[in-house]
């Protein structure tokens, strides 16, 4: 019985194996890319407009004046 068991889950195992997804396709690496660097423009956008240039200078500021 134990072995009829064993033998059953080694081949559900195998076939789970055979499904499992071994890597992105070259399509998938593409739309990955511009992904990334459509939220790379993005965040230079947000990153250099000036609110933000100017939170950041604040805080730089602020950090070298500290005193210890």
Same mark, same amino acid.
């Given at each position: *019985? *134990?072995?009829k068991i064993r033998n059953w889950m080694? =081949?559900?195992a195998g076939v789970v194996r055979s499904r499992a997804d071994s890597g992105m396709t070259t399509s998938e $690496?593409?739309?990955g890319t511009i992904a %990334?660097? %459509?939220f790379a423009a993005v965040l $230079?956008?947000?990153v250099t407009s000036p %609110?933000?240039?100017a939170q950041l200078q =604040?805080?730089?500021k602020g950090a070298l004046d500290a005193k210890f």
């Open positions: *019985m *134990m072995r080694r =081949s559900v $690496y593409a739309v %990334a660097c %459509a $230079y956008k947000v %609110a933000v240039m =604040s805080l730089l």
